[in-house]
């Protein structure tokens, strides 16, 4: 007789706002008992055994002064005004890309 084929793991992964918070907290989003997945402090191992990941919306690095996505400026520091900068950037965060 084979073995019982392993349950289903759910990832949920979210930045933090309010609404993905409030969709986590939601007793038929608890039902599936999401792992829940943080973005800025997501690694790899977050991912493992994983069969379904949903990826909510409006999903951002969520830089921080100090952490690894972000820089030593202020986090009220004024991000660039210029119009014809190609990246824009959070105040506190240093551009990922050139």
Do not use: N, Y
């Given at each position: 007789m084979p073995a019982p084929?392993?349950?289903p793991a759910l990832g949920f992964l979210h930045g933090g706002s309010?609404?993905?918070l409030a969709t986590?907290?939601?007793p038929a989003?608890?039902?599936?008992?999401?792992?829940?997945i943080y973005?800025?402090?997501a690694t790899e191992a977050d991912f493992a055994g994983l069969t379904?990941?949903?990826?909510?919306?409006?999903l951002h690095l969520g830089c921080r002064p100090g952490s690894p996505r972000g820089s030593t400026a202020s986090p009220n520091a004024a991000a660039p005004s210029s119009s014809s900068a190609r990246t824009a950037t959070a105040?506190?965060?240093?551009?990922?890309?050139p």
């Open positions: 084929a392993p349950e309010f609404s993905q986590l907290a939601d989003v608890r039902l599936w008992r999401p792992r829940e973005l800025p402090d379904t990941l949903i990826v909510s919306d409006r105040p506190g965060c240093r551009a990922s890309v």
